[in-house]
């Protein structure tokens, strides 16, 4: 498991040191990695609705030959549109491969550290990025796909325990927050980047798809130039380096008290001999329960899809295809804007009232569209 040392849990410890230019930096070009998984979500819903990327992989789909769409139950129902078998595994490949990733991610990011796995991202990214840019067969998007999906797995992990870890404990919760900030932003440039490349058919698709590399660019120098966490570091037994990294960070030579917090929480955790058996036990169930049901409950409420498959929605509708990556934009935009809450609120009222608050928002989106809901549903094959 990715583990890690952090400092002891409780009230929360300030110890000597300024925030710095450095650590600013480096959580920054770090939290690129959130634009790895941001973009491509942006990216793909646009990338399907291309005719000229549909006609080149999926011909059935643009000539009304895909798997539903001839079904004389629905003949012309729109949402059965994109039911082609080739083109759910184009879309859910990076998925499928980032849940299979992320416990041997974990593993590598802490015996490897925090750095290595980041670089690995990167590259694993870029590589995935030229099989989908140059692809002429749906193996290659396949392949490619696969490969950002092994990347996603090791950047969501790696980059968020790193920010964690560079963070001063004061403002922990905002660098942190700002994985998430530039991963909404890659939606939205996404968004605005496939209303352009549309245009160009037909291999409009292909500008789109190799955009991708440059966040993963960011984040391969990131992995060869940043330092690794003093966490990792320490836990890893380099501990002189691990002193030097948060001697920089903290802007202070004085970091001798925290510097012993995290030598004393390597300890306790290198006393953990089966991670699962512990993390299973009673004391840490509500916890984990916590962790795992708030997570999946976030992905049930659909918003990942919403914006996975915004054009294709629109377009169901009944609306133009360049109208529909226009609105798409819409999405994207509140949902960057709305990420700045959270990052101006973790810190200064802490975490729990953004679940509280975020559940209420759900709640009440759910309850309107139920109250307005019409007995006209379209059928859903």
């Known amino acids: 498991m990715a583990g890690g040392a952090m400092a002891p849990t409780g009230p929360m410890k300030v110890y000597n040191g300024v925030v710095t230019t450095y650590v600013i930096t480096a959580c920054i070009v770090a939290a690129s990695g959130g634009a790895l998984f941001g973009y491509d979500n942006g990216i793909t819903g646009g990338v399907v609705s291309m005719p000229g990327f549909l006609q ?58 925090r750095k290595f796995s980041m670089l690995m991202a990167g590259l694993l990214f870029d590589v995935g990025v030229i099989f989908l840019a140059a692809a002429y067969h749906i193996s290659m998007l396949i392949i490619g796909r696969v490969l950002l999906g092994f990347a996603v797995a090791l950047a969501s992990v790696a980059v968020t325990l790193y920010n964690s ?21 890659g939606v939205f440039i996404a968004q605005a980047i496939n209303i352009g490349t549309a245009h160009i058919y037909p291999w409009g698709w292909r500008v789109s798809l190799a955009l991708a590399g440059m966040p993963a660019i960011v984040l391969t120098f990131g992995g060869i130039f940043l330092p690794d ?42 006393k953990v001999q089966n991670p699962w058996k512990t993390i299973l036990s009673r004391k840490y169930r509500p916890q984990l329960v916590l962790a795992a049901a708030s997570t999946f409950f976030q992905q049930w409420t659909g918003i990942n899809t919403i914006i996975f498959y915004a054009p294709q929605l629109f377009v169901s509708l009944g609306v133009g ?14 949902n960057h804007l709305a990420t700045y809450v959270s990052f101006h609120v973790a810190d200064k009222y802490g975490r729990r009232i953004l679940f509280i608050e975020g559940e209420k928002c759900v709640c009440a989106c759910i309850c309107r569209y139920k109250c307005r809901k019409t007995s006209r549903d379209i059928p859903i094959s």
């Open 56 to 113: 080149r992989f999926f011909p059935g789909v643009t000539q009304g030959d895909s798997d539903v769409s001839q079904s004389t139950d629905h003949p012309t129902n729109p949402f059965c549109q994109y039911n082609d078998q080739g083109l759910a595994w184009f879309t859910s490949s990076l998925f499928i491969a980032g849940a299979i990733a992320a416990l041997p991610g974990a593993y590598l990011t802490r015996l490897k550290g």
């Open 165 to 185: 870890e560079m963070a001063p404990a004061q403002i922990r919760g905002r660098l942190n927050q700002i994985f998430q900030i530039v991963l909404t932003l």
């Open 229 to 270: 966490t003093p966490n990792s570091l320490i836990e890893r037994g380099y501990k002189e380096q691990g002193r030097k990294v948060l001697q920089d960070i903290r802007g202070t030579q004085d970091v001798d008290e925290e510097f012993s917090d995290i030598c004393d929480a390597c300890v306790e955790a290198n």
């Open 321 to 334: 295809e360049g109208a529909a990556l226009g609105a798409t934009i819409v999405t994207g935009i509140v």
